[in-house]
């Protein structure tokens, strides 16, 4: 009983041996490459931007259709005079005007009996003050305004598109973001195998170099050379940590994750492009890119802002129904109606309506504008991006030959640095040669892809369902 009891505890001691030696990134949670675009699709706070946008287009939208309908206005009046026409006309209102309040009484009689007809009646010139409450429901029916309502609909469906394309070309930004700091991943853990490999050569001749000092085979010099070729091994190393920490940091901080949460990645997305050449390249992109697009949609809504201010050049119509009620307490009493159809044409406003066409003018040209220009932007970055990926692509392989020539390079300065035909100073050239091009290695595959992204973003097709 014992004995199984001890063999436990050692069980649990090994565990925990291990589990210390074990890397953090062991207990991170994995993601691949579609979960952390769609993490940063559902979290990063620019998709919510994009998404007030739209809503922002929508509620204009339905702001000018509501346009249309009958406007109904409820409103309570309470007034208290004692101005003569103003009383006279609540009474008629209240539809209790009697003789009396036009002065009739025994002395107007008087006065019309002997002719006197510039008596002035005491009681219709000076009544005694009044109230009314007047409550009214009024109905504005519009029926025709020159064309401002349909341009304001028009104008805004413009806006929802071109809304919804920029929320296509956030998204497609942010996939792009995210591949670049995934992939900056990969790059800093080659950079850090490259580091450790040479950090291991490193040891390796500190250790050599100390033996051979010993055998008095070569002067101390060269074990020193050997440290200090050590000590910037070891740096090297550290950088290439710190890389892939700022990395991670960045694909935390575009999915909106704690910056303490253990997040790794998996494995890599390679890319492929869907046409091998600018020309088709550049049509893809001026045909698909969504930020253009949006640009574009954006420029057509301004004709339907320049027809909008024009309306204001022609007639409106508008048909008015109305309801009131007056009494000298708040009640629905003595009700009216009124019907009216109202004919408006300004004849002159001295240039305001002239003005506020040529201001929507000018907008509509300063937008074509930014659409030319966009065009010719997305020109140059697909025909310089295509030339650096050519350039990547070349610098791959040969890449690829310099690691190969500086690997068999340095087994030749090893051997004769052995028989001791070489120096130190010779055998960490080398590595240091070696060391590069596994470097330029790791790097030219990095902008390979990620130039092969940018084509895709430019091209409208940085799409996680299609990469």
Known sequence: MKQGKLVKNKLTVLMLALSASLPLSAYAEKMDFKACVNAALLENPEMSVSDARIKQAQGALSKAESSRLPQVTLSVTGSNSDNALNVFGMKLQQRQASLSDFGFD?????????????????????????????????????????????????????????????????????TFNVYQAYEAVHAARSYITVAKQAKETADSYVKTTHNLVEQGVVVRSEFLSAKVNQSSAEVALLKAQGQEQIAINTLKMLMSVDASADVDVANRVDLELPVDNAEELMSLALNNNYQLAAKRDEATSTAFAIKAAEAAYYPSFNVMLRQDWNDESLALNNGSYTIAGVVSWKITDFGVTSSSVDMAKASAAQKKSAVKSQENKLRLDVLSTWTKLQIATKQVGSSVLAVQQAGEAQKLIMKRYKNGVSTITEVLAGETQLDKARADLVSARYDVNVLKAKLLLLTGRMDIQRI
């Open 106 to 174: 025994s002395a107007t009689s008087s006065a019309f009996g002997s002719g006197d007809y510039s008596y002035q009646p005491d009681k219709l010139n000076h009544p005694d003050a009044h109230t009314d409450f007047d409550t009214r429901i009024e109905i504005l029916v519009p029926v025709w305004n020159g064309g401002k309502i349909g341009s304001y609909e028009d104008q805004a469906q413009s806006m929802i598109e071109a809304a919804q394309k920029g929320d296509l070309a956030v998204q497609q930004f942010l």
